[in-house]
């Protein structure tokens, strides 16, 4: 046990326990895609690795979420952040997470298990309707092929099982928390090469019909 009780002190034992049985429950039987990471030395930084669902832009991926418990949590839904760069409509520049359940459909029975799952579903049917990535949400109605090519490029970059490791160390090297500038610069490069290579191969197939 670390000293890391930042968030658990401001929790009633109840909750606490109540967070940790959900979280010991999960971990013995996992929703499907959805593996949590528990901290054992603060049970309010809540973590899991989310397979990208198959028929998406993100399948074959693997995407590190963190849920961050206040105060006043359960009554109070808990904030939402991806670690792992995606390009989705309700994911901001930060991570940060938007969806209903998280705001006005919030109850305080929903429980972190339902939070996941929700967080999943939303990789399957994004809601540009309350977009926190502007241009994600207008490409996703407009141009979809665009979006999904983006989408899929980001997936291929940052969401790669082999940047997991063993499972949950490798990628909180990669994605803990927002990149610094110089990884930023990196990632650009990255994404460049890897739009150019995709105009490419486009070219090429436009070619051949």
């Keep these: 046990m670390s000293s890391q009780y930042s968030n658990v002190e401001n929790l009633s034992p109840q909750t606490i326990r109540q967070v940790m049985r959900e979280l010991q429950e999960m971990e013995t039987t996992p929703p499907e895609g959805i593996k949590v990471l528990i901290n054992e030395s603060d049970v309010t930084d809540v973590q899991a690795l989310i397979d990208g669902p198959a028929g998406t832009p993100y399948a074959a991926g693997i995407f590190r979420v ?89 997936t291929e970059i940052h969401a790669q099982p082999a940047k997991c490791g063993a499972g949950a160390a490798g990628d909180a090297k990669d994605d803990d928390g927002p990149s610094t500038k110089k990884h930023a610069g990196l990632d650009k490069k990255l994404q460049d090469k890897k739009k150019e290579k995709l105009l490419k191969e486009k070219k090429r197939m436009l070619k051949r019909l």
């Design 66 to 154: 963190k849920l961050t418990l206040n105060k006043d949590f359960p009554q109070t839904p808990p904030k939402a952040y991806f670690l792992t760069k995606i390009f989705h409509p309700n994911v901001a520049a930060n991570g940060e997470i938007c969806v209903n359940t998280l705001k006005k459909d919030w109850k305080p029975d929903l429980g972190i298990k339902h939070i996941l799952l929700t967080i999943k579903c939303l990789l399957i049917v994004p809601n540009p309707e309350s977009a926190l990535n502007e241009e994600a949400g207008k490409m996703l109605l407009e141009r979809y092929d665009d979006y999904s090519q983006r989408a899929r490029m980001m």
